[in-house]
């Protein structure tokens, strides 16, 4: 008996299955794929059958070869606001799969699997037919971005109607955009500073976590008093960022800082998103400093909590000089990202639990 799939979380039909023996293969490898053959268990002394057993869909059988199963699966398609999911789960591994996606098409508009996987998509006679050759694996989940219907009818609509369909259009997409609530985002950040002679360079973790798909970020602040400045953002399907200057007296930033913007690819579905920014920043050359240390914070988030903490070099001492919505943690509680990451000691180390937050050090050179 050899289980195949589980029938109480797959719904599966129009089951068919294949024999050979081993010694066709080794003899003629070339023409393995005509020496299959049909399993019928309508004969009167069938050696193998397909059969349902204990919850499970079985292949028993009494003869020793090379099987070929394939059946028929319906999965459930689970839908968040515009984008649409399935996973599948089996017992064996497998490396391809055909997919079929009835009335998907012309709303379709992206793609994405996990793990990923070379996908061949085309669509006929109103549906999407997916076929995806990827590496064994025993399950995959499937997401894709449906468009909105009044997006999808209207080009069709402009050209029939001219411009007073289009203006209809554009109203209908402005109440559908209203009617739809914003995503909710929180955040968990994590930050190291590095400490030396001359300059601080930090590495901000991000995590976003959204209820609906991230193709753009939340703007992120970097509030650094003027010598803060960010060398490199970085994220697995970051199509593009833009790093601006904000000018002192600005609403969100009124001592000034940067506001960074990143997007992600039109094929980045995925509700979390992990992000990393590199920001430098000049300390004082005098024996005896102050160091107020750049902060970052999301703007339209809902929550955004973090850890900061603090290395140095052997040549420097650093003192805590000025804390606001901080309190002490240890530094085991950074993110093992940063920690491992680094051959400096980290000699201080916060938490603190809303962005609004101040960390000032003084500096000591010997």
Same mark, same amino acid.
């Given at each position: 008996?050899?289980?195949?799939?589980?029938?109480?979380?797959?719904?599966?039909?129009?089951?068919?299955?294949?024999?050979?023996?081993?010694?066709?293969?080794?003899?003629?490898?070339?023409?393995?794929?005509?020496?299959?053959?049909?399993?019928?268990?309508?004969?009167?002394?069938?050696?193998?059958?397909?059969?349902?057993?204990?919850?499970?869909?079985?292949?028993?059988?009494?003869?020793?070869?090379?099987?070929?199963?394939?059946?028929?699966?319906?999965?459930?398609?689970?839908?968040?606001?515009?984008?649409?999911?399935?996973?599948?789960?089996?017992?064996?591994?497998?490396?391809?799969?055909?997919?079929?996606?009835?009335?998907?098409?012309?709303?379709?508009?992206? #793609?994405?699997?996990? %793990? !990923?996987?070379? +996908?061949?998509?085309?669509?006929? /006679?109103?549906?999407?037919? =997916?076929? &995806?050759?990827?590496?064994?694996?025993?399950?995959?989940?499937?997401?894709?971005?449906?468009?909105?219907?009044?997006?999808?009818?209207?080009?069709?609509?402009?050209?029939?109607?001219?411009?007073?369909?289009?203006?209809?259009?554009?109203?209908?997409?402005?109440?559908?955009?209203?009617?739809?609530?914003?995503?909710?985002?929180?955040?968990?950040?994590?930050?190291?500073?590095?400490?030396?002679?001359?300059?601080?360079?930090?590495?901000?973790?991000?995590?976003?976590?959204?209820?609906?798909? #991230?193709?753009?970020? %939340? !703007?992120?602040? +970097?509030?650094?008093?003027?010598? /803060?400045?960010?060398?490199? =953002?970085? &994220?697995?399907?970051?199509?593009?960022?833009?790093?601006?200057?904000?000018?002192?007296?600005?609403?969100?930033?009124?001592?000034?800082?940067?506001?960074?913007?990143?997007?992600?690819?039109?094929?980045?579905?995925?509700?979390?998103?992990?992000?990393?920014?590199?920001?430098?920043?000049?300390?004082?050359?005098?024996?005896?400093?102050?160091?107020?240390?750049?902060?970052?914070?999301?703007?339209?988030?809902?929550?955004?909590?973090?850890?900061?903490?603090?290395?140095?070099?052997?040549?420097?001492?650093?003192?805590?000089?000025?804390?606001?919505?901080?309190?002490?943690?240890?530094?085991?509680?950074?993110?093992?990202?940063?920690?491992?990451?680094?051959?400096?000691?980290?000699?201080?180390?916060?938490?603190?639990?809303?962005?609004?937050?101040?960390?000032?050090?003084?500096?000591?050179?010997?």
């Amino acid at each position: 008996l050899v289980p195949i799939v589980n029938a109480s979380s797959v719904v599966a039909s129009n089951w068919s299955a294949a024999w050979r023996t081993q010694a066709d293969v080794s003899s003629s490898p070339s023409n393995a794929s005509s020496s299959w053959l049909p399993v019928s268990e309508a004969e009167a002394e069938a050696e193998s059958l397909l059969v349902l057993r204990d919850g499970q869909h079985v292949l028993a059988t009494n003869r020793s070869g090379l099987y070929r199963v394939a059946w028929l699966i319906h999965s459930r398609v689970r839908r968040t606001r515009r984008l649409s999911s399935l996973s599948l789960s089996l017992l064996h591994p497998f490396s391809q799969l055909s997919i079929r996606i009835a009335g998907a098409s012309p709303a379709i508009r992206d #793609l994405s699997m996990q %793990p !990923p996987a070379v +996908l061949r998509v085309r669509e006929v /006679a109103g549906e999407v037919q =997916v076929v &995806a050759y990827l590496t064994p694996t025993p399950s995959v989940e499937l997401q894709w971005l449906a468009a909105a219907a009044a997006d999808a009818a209207k080009a069709a609509r402009r050209q029939a109607d001219g411009e007073q369909a289009a203006e209809a259009s554009q109203e209908t997409d402005a109440e559908q955009a209203e009617a739809e609530p914003a995503p909710q985002v929180t955040v968990s950040h994590d930050a190291l500073h590095s400490v030396s002679d001359s300059v601080v360079l930090s590495t901000h973790h991000l995590v976003f976590r959204s209820s609906a798909p #991230l193709t753009t970020l %939340p !703007p992120i602040l +970097l509030h650094g008093h003027g010598r /803060a400045r960010v060398t490199s =953002v970085a &994220a697995h399907g970051l199509a593009a960022w833009h790093a601006e200057a904000v000018s002192a007296g600005a609403d969100s930033m009124p001592e000034g800082g940067t506001r960074v913007r990143a997007a992600f690819k039109s094929s980045h579905l995925e509700t979390s998103a992990t992000v990393i920014v590199f920001v430098e920043q000049e300390v004082s050359e005098s024996s005896h400093s102050e160091l107020h240390l750049a902060s970052i914070e999301c703007d339209g988030v809902l929550r955004m909590t973090g850890r900061v903490g603090v290395a140095k070099e052997a040549s420097i001492e650093i003192h805590p000089l000025k804390l606001a919505g901080l309190s002490r943690a240890d530094p085991g509680e950074l993110a093992s990202q940063l920690r491992l990451n680094t051959a400096s000691a980290i000699v201080l180390a916060y938490k603190y639990l809303s962005p609004k937050n101040t960390l000032a050090l003084t500096v000591l050179r010997h």
